[in-house]
């Protein structure tokens, strides 16, 4: 007498399982999404760090070749200098004057061909998102030629990544440019040191 095995798999879920994988799927969204947003904020903020930092030595570097002076400055929505406090495109720097996280921009004065000087857009950095650039003096930055010097002596770039209102946290999601006479740039990891007048 032989006996018929007849084999029955089932490749679906019971709701039970269901329910349970969820809860699990869950609960890890829940506990690593602060860890994620720490981490988003840390490589946007590294990143327009990086950006800033190129710029400036960009700019240092058009200066020595061209032998004319560059300026770095705050830019509006059509891509022009702009000292006078505004609202960003994107709205969400407000109308401080001291924060170029609206964009900025490097410009060379060129001479035209019937001989008017106009200031030419070498480079434009678009909004900054999530990240507001704090600067003390909100002027723009010339680097001269011959040596790439900067007029006003040192400057200071302070980036803060708009995540948390822990102190802790702020404390490390800020990265501070500071730029010297010689215009030499440094990155520090944290907010800018306070200069004490003596």
Same mark, same amino acid.
């Given at each position: 007498?032989?006996?018929?095995?007849?084999?029955?798999?089932?490749? /679906?879920? !019971?709701?039970?399982?269901?329910?349970?994988?969820?809860?699990?799927?869950?609960?890890?969204?829940?506990?690593?999404?602060?860890?994620?947003?720490?981490?988003?904020?840390?490589?946007?903020?590294?990143?327009?760090?990086?950006?800033?930092?190129?710029?400036?030595?960009?700019?240092?570097?058009?200066?020595?070749?061209?032998?004319?002076?560059?300026?770095?400055?705050?830019?509006?929505?059509?891509?022009?200098?702009? !000292?006078?406090?505004?609202?960003?495109?994107?709205?969400?720097?407000?109308?401080?004057?001291?924060?170029?996280?609206?964009?900025?921009?490097?410009?060379?004065?060129?001479?035209?061909? !019937?001989?008017?000087?106009?200031?030419?857009?070498?480079?434009?950095?678009?909004?900054?998102? /999530?990240?507001?650039?704090?600067?003390?003096?909100?002027?723009?930055?010339?680097?001269?030629?011959? !040596?790439?010097?900067?007029? /006003?002596?040192?400057?200071?770039?302070?980036?803060?990544?708009?995540?948390?209102?822990?102190?802790?946290?702020?404390?490390?999601?800020?990265?501070?440019?500071?730029?010297?006479?010689?215009?030499?740039?440094?990155?520090?990891?944290?907010?800018?040191?306070?200069?004490?007048?003596?």
């Amino acid at each position: 007498m032989r006996c018929k095995l007849s084999l029955t798999t089932s490749f /679906g879920f !019971v709701l039970a399982e269901l329910v349970v994988v969820l809860a699990i799927l869950a609960g890890l969204a829940v506990t690593t999404f602060p860890a994620l947003s720490y981490w988003l904020a840390r490589e946007r903020l590294d990143t327009y760090a990086q950006a800033l930092l190129a710029t400036f030595s960009y700019a240092r570097s058009e200066a020595l070749k061209r032998g004319v002076p560059v300026t770095v400055c705050r830019a509006d929505e059509r891509g022009e200098c702009s !000292v006078s406090a505004r609202v960003c495109s994107a709205n969400e720097h407000g109308t401080l004057a001291d924060d170029w996280g609206c964009g900025y921009a490097v410009f060379v004065e060129t001479i035209s061909a !019937v001989g008017e000087g106009f200031q030419q857009a070498l480079r434009v950095q678009a909004p900054l998102e /999530g990240v507001t650039l704090q600067v003390k003096n909100a002027s723009p930055l010339w680097f001269t030629p011959p !040596v790439g010097q900067i007029v /006003g002596g040192f400057r200071s770039f302070e980036l803060v990544a708009r995540f948390s209102t822990d102190s802790n946290l702020s404390k490390r999601l800020r990265r501070c440019v500071r730029i010297s006479a010689g215009g030499r740039t440094r990155l520090i990891n944290g907010p800018c040191p306070v200069r004490v007048a003596s």
